[in-house]
């Protein structure tokens, strides 16, 4: 017997490459390029003069956050939860929904966390795999099940269901807690919020990391029925009552005050991610239709992670899943018109 013998083992989720060099493109984390509202720098220099507070616990219930949470999006608060990013939201809810015997079902490409937290909780799970073409074919689904998760839009495919369908698929499964992933909603998707009324098993969770460019403050939320927040509030306040820090709950709250800014700068994503579609089409890649702030992409003469290295050596960073079926294929998040430019032009050289 060794103290070894009863360690939980497992196999941790590794994030994309934060590399230490300034002077990069950095293409492998899905991070906006635009610098988040000036809404919450202004809020930045208040949290200077209020940094006495600092002594003090933060609010455990988010008051700030989730009280601008409430008004943006014109629920009650019982119809919302905050977390560390939605890692911490989908881990929590993880925890909290998936108890049972039965697997719980996502497909075999999609965010490469959700079978780290089946594994680290002990949830049976089973992967269900999408068609040729990266799309989710509903009926699949209608198999013994504990709970489904579903990414919409899909990363790293980056491909979106329309409400209309999410919808039909929900009330197939009445009789498990379904997760909507809406990490990249904000870039064309089409939310299910309205239907958490309609569908007490839903839980629809987002983040700020993408759309409103604070990845560095880790703030991520779910929505659902006032019955499946409690039950979720409950497992977190057994885990931890103080996850979200002051500063992240002030500036949060501020973000969603410049909806304007927010808007525009979403904009200028899509618009960005289109031109360079364009761009990657003429130099012969193939690419699914993405509604997210990333392309993923594939070039039929040359392997995926030739063109990585290549584009490394010239200082862009971009991301490759050494995975089957999608290993071909780079995930290539939307920066900047320039930094865009500058891909394009790095492949045309060598491509
Ligand atoms: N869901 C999906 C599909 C993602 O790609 C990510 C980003 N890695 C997340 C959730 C988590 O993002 P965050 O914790 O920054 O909110």
Known sequence: ???????????????????????????????????????????????????????????????????????????????????????DVLSMAFLAFFKGEKPVLFPDITYSFY??????????????????????????????????????????????KSKEWMEQFITRHRDVVVIVDEAYVDFGGES??????????????????????LAGLRIGMAFGSKKIIRYLKD????????????????????????????????????????WTKDELKKLGFIMTESKTNFLFASHPERKAEEIMNKLREQGIIVRHFKKPRIDNYLRISIGTDEEMQEMVRVLRTFL
Do not use: H
């Not at 700030?64 to 977390?83: D, I, K, V």
């Not at 949830?123 to 990414?151: C, H, M, Q, R, S």
């Not at 299910?192 to 460019?213: G, P």
């Open 115 to 160: 079978d780290v937290w089946a594994e680290v909780y002990g949830i049976p799970y089973k992967t269900v795999p999408l068609n040729e073409n990266f799309e989710i074919n509903g009926e699949d689904y209608d198999i013994p099940n504990g709970g489904i998760v579903i990414a919409n839009p899909n990363a790293p495919t980056g491909i979106a």
């Open 192 to 213: 299910c919020i309205s239907l958490i009324d309609k569908y007490e098993n839903l839980l629809v969770t987002q983040t700020f990391s993408k759309s409103r460019s």
């Open 235 to 274: 497992v977190k306040f057994s885990v931890n009552s103080y996850t979200m820090n002051t500063p992240s709950l002030v500036l949060g709250s501020a973000s969603l005050k410049d909806d304007e800014y927010f808007r525009e700068k979403v904009s200028a994503v899509i618009k960005t991610r289109e």
């Open 1 to 87: 017997m060794s103290w070894e013998d009863n360690v939980r083992r497992v196999i941790p989720y590794v994030p994309g490459e934060q590399p230490k060099i300034d002077k990069i493109i950095k293409l492998n984390t899905n991070e906006n390029p635009y610098p988040p509202a000036p809404g919450v720098l202004k809020a930045l220099e208040e949290l200077k003069e209020g940094y006495d507070n600092l002594r003090k616990y933060p609010a455990p219930a988010c008051d700030a956050l989730e009280e601008a949470l409430s008004e943006y999006y014109n629920l009650p608060r019982e119809q919302l939860f905050t977390g560390v990013g939605s890692d």
